[in-house]
């Protein structure tokens, strides 16, 4: 079997099919112009349940399987998601100080599976991410997490901003862990209800994020190396967050 079939499904009728059954597709493949009936039913369903797609070259998707795909490809996600307009009000309900991490634009496999391992040790509630220039969330990001993807909930959007404001409405602080502040990561009080913005190592936070943010903090450097992997500048500031959350309940 090509290792790409692995949590794979290919052929119209087929992911026709899976859609209708609630599996969650993590990303379609789609032949460039490709048009017939029982595709117009299929197109209908990306629709209709938003699913993230693509239009890619046919010689695309024959490298990924060379079986009888009909100009379709499509990862099956194994981990289940999760709405955050249903995930939050939850943890209000049972008396929870919501901590929230948000991932924006994090497209590496093993970054995505180290952070969430650090999430689910600490004890973050959920990980946010977007729809789309987002890490695939396959057999290989479960292993690097060394399974924690099971036990921490996952939500995704197709509109971070409108995300992050329904989490403000809803009375949590937006941090945005970033350079381009004086504040450093210190200064937050994390046991209010917080949600943490993480971005790319190569484009940080992009910039409506950050407009939306409360406050920004910056992880202090004293040496010649000014950057940090994103996997390990999460891991510093949600144990800064724990820090603060474990000192106010001893108090």
């Known amino acids: 079997m090509n ?49 993230n797609y693509k239009h890619v ?9 060379k079986k009888n795909h009909q100009g379709v ?35 590496d496999i093993r970054n995505f599976g180290a952070i969430a391992r650090t999430a689910a040790c600490v004890g973050v509630d959920t990980i946010l991410i977007p729809e789309k220039n987002a890490a695939a969330n396959n057999s290989d990001a479960i292993k690097t997490s060394a399974g924690a993807l099971h036990s921490i909930k996952v939500c995704r959007t197709w509109n971070m901003k409108l995300a992050l404001q329904f989490m403000k409405d809803s009375g949590m602080q937006i941090i945005a862990c970033t350079e381009k502040t004086q504040n450093n990561i210190y200064k937050p009080n994390y046991t ?13 936070i992009s910039k409506d994020l950050l407009q939306i943010s409360d ?37």
Request: aromatic share 6%; hydrophobic share 45%.
């Open 3 to 51: 290792k790409n079939e692995k949590n794979s499904i290919f052929g119209i009728r087929p992911i026709i099919e899976a859609i209708e059954s609630g599996k969650t597709i993590d990303k379609l493949f789609i032949q460039k112009g490709l048009h017939n009936d029982l595709f117009t039913l299929l197109w209908k369903l990306v629709r209709l349940k938003r699913i």
């Open 73 to 107: 490809f499509a990862f099956i996600s194994p981990i289940e998601f999760h709405n955050i307009e249903d995930v939050l009000p939850t943890l209000y309900e049972k008396g929870k100080t919501p901590l929230i991490l948000v991932l924006d634009r994090i497209t």
């Open 192 to 204: 209010l209800p917080s949600a943490i913005i993480i971005g790319s190592e190569e484009n940080g």
């Open 215 to 251: 406050i920004k903090a910056k992880i202090p450097m004293y040496g010649k190396i000014d950057s940090l992997n994103v996997s390990v500048a999460t891991g510093i500031i949600l144990y800064e967050a724990i820090k603060q959350r474990n000192h106010s309940s001893l108090i």
């Open 57 to 65: 070259p046919l010689e695309k998707i024959n490298r990924l399987t």
